[in-house]
């Protein structure tokens, strides 16, 4: 029996040194140094998990084997995400009319919903005054007319769609070239668009890549670009109200979030002070 037991236990060493040998071949060495992980942990103890410069890179080099066809339109993918903050549902709405390649600059789209727009906003605000004056005056026919007419235009203007919100981003230059011979390769038009393909798909592709680059499955999706951009513009110096409108944030708070990254790691500011 304890024979048997130890056969066992060599067999399952065994299994397991294969295991390593064959990872090591997937991935390089270098790409096995211990990092600290890509987690924004926020004073609310939200954990905001992001991509850094380094892991973009091997994401674009496990692309670079692909078919052509398929591999310059992956990695200017990936490189529009790493580029702009966008989110994916907004990438993948990009036609190349977008993008101004005399100013490097790229148009896009804000589409994520939002509950009312200005509009509803002041009908809002106009129905809390009618309500306190109805308040002081209950018997008032005239006040209750001009609630009851607000109240239907609410109701009303919640049906209709918000008015489309643009933002514009500046690339660079490299960027811009990439994307104008890309949109050359491919004989684009101006109202085509740049990836015609699903948000499954989009998916897809970036965790395959992710995957073979050794990026850890919790950051092998689109959004972790829109976060990484986020977390690099706010170490290289943007200011919060920049990147607000690069980012496409209703709310301020929301862009700050980001900045809690220049107090997890103190020691370049007390390098830069002078006693």
């Known amino acids: 029996m304890r024979t048997e037991r130890k056969e066992n ?21 270098e790409w096995h140094e211990i990092e600290a992980p890509a987690v924004l942990k926020t004073s609310s ?5 992001y991509i850094r410069r380094h892991e973009v890179q091997r994401i674009l080099s496990c692309l ?8 310059g339109r992956d990695r200017l993918l990936v490189e529009v995400l790493w580029n702009t903050g966008a989110r ?17 600059t790229i148009t896009i789209r804000s589409i994520k919903k939002r509950k009312f727009h ?5 009908i809002r605000n106009e129905i809390r005054g009618l309500e306190l004056a109805l308040a002081n005056d209950p018997d008032s026919k005239i006040l209750q007319r001009k609630l009851d007419d607000a109240r239907r235009r609410l109701s009303a203007c919640k049906k209709e769609p918000p008015p489309p919100v643009f ?48 990026i850890d499955k919790d950051r092998c999706h689109p959004h972790v670009f829109r976060h990484g951009f986020a977390v690099n513009a706010v170490l290289s110096g943007v200011p919060p109200l920049v990147l607000r409108r690069w980012m496409g944030h209703a709310r301020i708070e929301t ?3 980001y900045t809690e990254v220049l107090a997890q790691d103190t020691k ?8």
Not at 9 to 21: H, S
Not at 64 to 71: D, E, F, T
Not at 268 to 275: A, K, N
């Open 9 to 29: 236990d060599d067999n399952k060493k065994g299994r397991v040194g294969v295991e390593v040998k064959m990872v090591d071949q997937v991935l390089p060495a």
């Open 45 to 49: 103890g939200k954990e905001i998990k």
């Open 167 to 214: 933002r514009t981003i500046p690339i660079t230059a490299d960027l811009s070239g990439k994307i104008a011979a890309y949109c050359m390769e491919n004989s684009l038009k101006n109202h085509d668009r740049l990836f015609p393909i699903s948000r499954v798909r989009a998916y897809h592709i970036i965790r395959r890549a992710g995957e073979k680059a050794g």
């Open 268 to 275: 370049d500011y007390l390098e830069r002070m002078r006693f």
């Open 118 to 122: 200005k509009k509803a906003k002041d």
């Open 255 to 257: 862009t700050l979030v």
């Open 64 to 71: 670079q084997g692909r078919p052509a066809c398929r591999s």
């Open 88 to 104: 994916i549902s907004e990438v993948l709405e990009l036609t190349a009319e977008s993008v101004n390649f005399n100013q490097h």
